[in-house]
């Protein structure tokens, strides 16, 4: 004899039942089958919500019954034909007859006993029951229903009843000893204590109601039908890459459905354990699907986590007191005074100090669990031997699991770090000393990304999901996402990295899309979907979508934008950026992005502030962790000075027809001013001055103008190109001198002996930077290991190729970190 069960999703529709046939049909040619059903999906609930209603005499009540008999009725109209219909009619409308008329009374003297209740829950299983033998029957199968209640006793507990197992277990293997029925199908969750009333096992109780039959008849296996393909990785509702566990063994079984897997009972599993019974997950829209297998297996399985699982509404009681190691008994006398408050307890944590002791339970037990503690230890409290009760509640469990963990190093230190990376903070922690499981408290709004963060770090076949927050789309925004669309398949196969755009906006428009944002049409799909951009909203809804691995680009080169970054770092969001007004400000303000980001675990990177794509500040972050000392640096750091110095000689263009033809090509900023006047330069060494260890200010370094001051204060940029176009005798006395030398002129930034400067200078042929090409950049770092010979990096300073693949680069060490 076989034992299936299907639960309520299964039977949600006259569809889906006619599913459950063909699957019990074809079982049914070899085995004799029970079949525990299920209420229709969601009837339980509305029971009990029609119930709550009676009893606060809200006659909405009615309304919500009506709909709920007109369900069944319509179930019965659908799935059977007229001759069937009438002899099953009576039956079911006698049921349902009776939940009305329990209502009414309920209703009117405004009470409900929990007696009263499970009467009222229990009839959805014996309504669904009764009507689908009736269609097994039409459909030709040799079915029979059968009452559990004749069998299933338990104690007066209502609402969860204490099953007699011995007594249960006679009943069982008496009753069935002389059914012959191919098919008998039994309604689950119902049975009946010692005195006949109704009870009911608990909410998920069918399960159980079908374990301790197979457990009881020594079928050879138990079946559950549900709606998804076996026990899985984590919960499907929050990570979507979670799969079927094919094997698992009981006590993992028992652990994940303990801390939240809902697709199995906890209690079923030790019945059918003690036999040594295998339980078959399988789902019943995927009958083909292999589904899980739970059941005693060697210990060759090696995979370190079996499952992640999660239990949602959780509060969590501290006590404490300094004095509670005088306190007589004080964990027996906690745990009795839950135990008689009938609170179950999830999670205890103490200190070895003994001065705190933590437990977690579910958030529904709080009030219970509150004064039974404090009548408990009513006397330390008010001797102030105890600190006052503290409550903390919005929590949530998650807990990882597997029968191996004993035999790997590292995982709780793995678990902890993944999750604070992604800022979430540990409430409680608890380790059995089975190490079957290791269990965090952590906040409730936090269970998708920890579930989440925690399911990519622990099975290897999922690619690390990062998701991007892009802000400007102009000519490096474009390019970084042209680059993404053709990197992303690759980094996905051979990285695990699955990079999204979550988020995206420039001065128009935002938009945001979980499921990624494509690649190859995101500024095309963000001006036609996008919602008219605010930058507070934007960051508003990055940190409240509150996903894991989340990387925030400003490709902009806004004020604006710069001075929300220590809130995105705070939010445990990284920052990558070709803006360099964050780290160019006060020096105080920039540590604090630093000091930020380590606290919060997140990271600020910026390598395209200088040099673009060039690894530069990367390089010198190298130098600096593994113990080296900056002594000095000679730089050319501005793309569109060297373009100008190399295009202007003098004797063909002008000094300002040159600047209008970087200007044009796309070389100096709009305003050519910013590139001349050498602040751009000086905000270059600054940062590389700062990242070297050194605490200066952009005042420190100092700039030997080389354009007259009166350019520098024209009106606008048209009048600044006349005023230098009059100046011509100046540039070009600068650049016959350096001619006559036998020099070249660049724009060179200096740190020296402490001191730094910028300026234009005189380039002798043996050096380095004599020879620089087009726009390129060269910086030669003077190190205490690099004392003669320095380190030279140099080539492509500027463009937006570079700089797009210096941001991308970030990013993608930004990934490999997380
Ligand atoms: P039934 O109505 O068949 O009894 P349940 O709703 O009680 O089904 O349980 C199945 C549901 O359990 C799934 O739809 C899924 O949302 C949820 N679930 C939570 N955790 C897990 C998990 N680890 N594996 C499978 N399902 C899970
Ligand atoms: N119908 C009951 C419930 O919803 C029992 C079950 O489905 O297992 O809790
Ligand atoms: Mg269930």
Redesign the pocket.
Known sequence: MKVL???????GSPENIKKVKAIVAKKSLNDQLIIVA?AF?GVTNQLHECSRLAEKGDESYKAQLDALINRHLEAVQDLLGAKAQSGIMAKVRLVLNEIEDILKGVFLIQELSNKTLDKVIGSGEVLSALIINEFFLQEGMKSSQINPQEFILTDSEFGKANVNMALTEEKIKSYFHNQKAQVLVCPGFVSKDLYGNSTTLGR?G??YTAALLAAALEAPELE?????S????????YVKQ?Y??PQIDYEEAME?THF??????PPSVHPVYKKGIPIY?KN?FEPEAEGTKIHEFPESDVQSIK????IENIALFNLSGSSMVGIPYFSHRLFEALALAKVSVILITQASSEHSICVAIDLEDVEKAKSAIENAFSLEFKEEMLNPLYVETDLAIVALVSSQMKNHIGLSGKMFSVLGQNGINIKAIAQGSSEKNISAVIEKKQIKKALNTLHESFFLSDPKRVNLFIVGTGNVGKTLIDQLNQQSEYLKEHNQIDLRISGIANSLKMLFDLNGIPFENAVETLMEKGQKMDLEDFLEEMKELNLRNSIFIDNTAHEIVANTYAGVLESSISVVTPNKIACTGKFKDYKKLKNLAFRYRSHFRFETNVGAGLPVINTLDDLIKSGDEVLGIQAVLSGSLNFIFNNYTGKGDSFAEVVKQAQKEGFTEPDPRIDLSGVDVKRKILILLRESGFEMELNDIDTIPFIPEKCMQAKNVEKFFESIAQEEAHFKQLVEEANAEGKKLKYVATFDNGKANTGLEKIVPDSPLYNLEGKDNIVLFNTKRYPEQPLVIKGAGAGAAVTASGIFGDIIRIANAL
Do not use: Q, R
């Open positions: 069960k299907f639960g309520g999703t299964s039977l299920s999906s998920g069918s399960d559950i039908w549900t709606d998804v076996g026990m899985m990785t984590a919960n499907p509702k979670a079927a566990i994940l939240g897997a809902k697709v199995l009972y997950i019943t499952g992640i699982s999660c």
